[in-house]
C-alpha cells in the first residue's frame, strides 16, 4: 500500500517517510493537546469542587460562631434582667425602710425640737 502510494504521488521514499512522520507528529500533538485540555478541565473542576468545600466549611464555622454569640447575648439580656429586677426590689425595700423610719421619728415626742434625743439615737442606731 505505501509503495502504491508513492508510485501515485511520485515522492521519493525519503521524502514519504519524512512526511509520514511529520505526520505522527502533528497527530501525537494533538493527542498532547487535547490530554493537556482534559488535565486542564479536571484540575479546574477539582479546584470548584475544593472551593465548594472550603466555602461550606466556613460557612457551616460562621453559623456555629453567630448561635455561639446568639447565645451569649441573651445570656447577657437575661442577666441584665435579673440585675434589674434585684436593683428595683432594693430600690423599693430601702424607700420602704426609710419611710419606715421616717414615720417611727415623727411618732417620737417632741418631734418638733432641735438636737438628738436618746430616742432618736436607738433609732438611728436600729437603721443600720
Known sequence: MFAA?????????????????????????????????????????AAASARTE?????????????VAIERAR??????AARSEVEIRATETRLETALKDLELRNAALPNGDRCGLGRDRVRLLNGAR
Do not use: C, M, Y
Open 5 to 45: 502510494l508513492l508510485a501515485k504521488t511520485g515522492l521519493s521514499r525519503a521524502a514519504a517517510t519524512v512526511l509520514l512522520v511529520v505526520g505522527l507528529a502533528a497527530l501525537a500533538g494533538l493527542g498532547a493537546w487535547r490530554a493537556a485540555a482534559a488535565l486542564e478541565r479536571i484540575v479546574d473542576q
Open 54 to 66: 472550603r466555602d461550606a466549611h466556613w460557612r457551616a464555622e460562621i453559623a456555629t460562631a453567630n
Open 74 to 79: 441573651a445570656e447577657q439580656a437575661f442577666a
